[in-house]
């Protein structure tokens, strides 16, 4: 599977931007997708996933709330809508991919990555 991260940008602290995440190479729907960011000098960490069916939906504690992810399974892409952004949200984002159906944050059971987008938020 190949990933196509875009739709990053600077933004001011209290905006919305959404990300986009392109996939092709193989068949989507056997795939949950993820959102991971990382941070300058932080470790990549878990911002969202969404199921292949795309009826469960997992968020990690900061961005639960303002971010929302949502797939089209016929357009083989995945989003993350993010609202009321805030500098701390300053970071790559990286769509990812993987044939799991548990530990939806573990960043080593996604197997594709695409290659990052950036998002700046100021304050």
């Known amino acids: 599977v190949q990933l196509q991260a875009s739709g990053g940008g600077l933004v001011q602290a209290g905006d919305s931007l959404r990300l986009s995440c392109a996939a092709s190479?193989?068949?989507?729907?056997?795939?949950?997708m993820g959102w991971f960011r990382q941070a300058p000098w932080k470790e990549r960490e878990f911002v969202a996933a969404i199921t292949w069916r795309g009826d469960t939906t997992y968020y990690a504690d900061s961005v639960k709330g303002r971010f929302t992810i949502s797939r089209d399974n016929a357009k083989n892409t995945v989003y993350l809508q993010m609202n009321s952004l805030k500098p701390d949200d300053t970071a790559v984002y990286y769509c990812a991919a993987g044939r799991l159906r548990a530990q939806y944050s573990a960043t080593n059971l996604y197997d594709y990555w695409g290659q990052g987008t950036l998002v700046t938020v100021s304050s």
């Open positions: 190479g193989s068949t989507f729907i056997w795939y949950t």
